[in-house]
């Protein structure tokens, strides 16, 4: 039994008011979380939480991964786009072409995201969340795939696109050129044992797909922290209660 897609965490400044803004933004239930966070539902079983745990360590250049909303109509990516201004987010100049049709924002605490016109193919009947678009190479995208046991849905010129065989959001890497990694990132995946599941095998099963232990954060066999292929940080842990 492999691992499970338990949320997308952010480190964050100010995790309430963070939880806050994304709930609105997408329409996900606020709840307390573990370990001094909070946590935003999504609206079935078939996606993963939202956590939001507290950091003081400064943002610094733009994060290796990003959400990308999606929109049904022109009028609703507006509406998008007016809420998360309303709600505390800012537009941001990221190299965008005038001619694109996305928006690109950032949220109070300056994590970037996209707000997607309609009509976009890719990412139809994936549900708000279109994608988690990551920086990120081709080895990095078939690890994931594995880890997860997720199918590749894209595959092409080094990029890749992962996605639940239940569907939902993609999880995408832009392949080269990766730009370098400074510092911790402030999103990460949280895995989590399904019930039943042993712990050691399954980190040894990651290990041997190319992941690594990343030298803290052992929590004594509860939650454990590794770094995959292209060094980023994903926390595994026992399914919280």
């Known amino acids: 039994m492999t691992s499970e897609l338990f949320a997308i965490c952010f480190n964050a400044t100010r995790p309430s008011d963070l939880a806050r803004f994304w709930s609105g933004v997408l329409g996900w239930e606020l709840t307390d979380a573990p370990d001094d966070g909070v946590a935003v539902l999504p609206p079935d079983a078939t996606g993963f939480r939202i956590r939001f745990l507290p950091s003081q360590e400064p943002k610094t250049g733009q994060n290796q991964a990003h959400f990308d909303l999606t929109s049904v109509s022109a009028q609703a990516q507006r509406q998008t786009v007016a809420r998360a201004l309303e709600l505390g987010g800012q537009h941001i100049d990221v ?3 005038p001619e694109e049709g996305h928006v690109v924002l950032a949220d109070p605490d300056g994590n970037e995201f996209c707000v997607i016109e309609a009509g976009n193919k890719f990412l139809a009947d994936t549900g708000v969340i279109g ?7 081709q080895e990095v995208g078939y690890f994931w795939s594995r880890a997860l046991g997720w ?18 959001t993609k999880i995408t890497w832009g392949g080269p050129p990766v730009a370098p990694k400074t510092g911790t990132n402030r999103l990460y995946f ?8 042993d712990w050691e095998t399954e980190v040894d099963r990651l290990t041997s797909l190319g992941a690594t232990h990343a030298g803290d954060g052992d929590g004594g066999g509860d939650r454990t922290l590794m770094l995959d292929p292209d060094g980023n940080e994903f926390a595994v842990q026992r399914r919280p209660r």
């Open 190 to 197: 949280e895995l989590a044992l399904p019930v039943g599941a």
């Open 151 to 168: 199918p590749l849905v894209w595959d092409q010129d080094q990029e890749t696109a992962i996605q639940s065989p239940n569907g939902g």
């Open 131 to 137: 994608a988690l678009a990551c920086d990120g190479t």
């Open 95 to 97: 190299g965008q072409l």
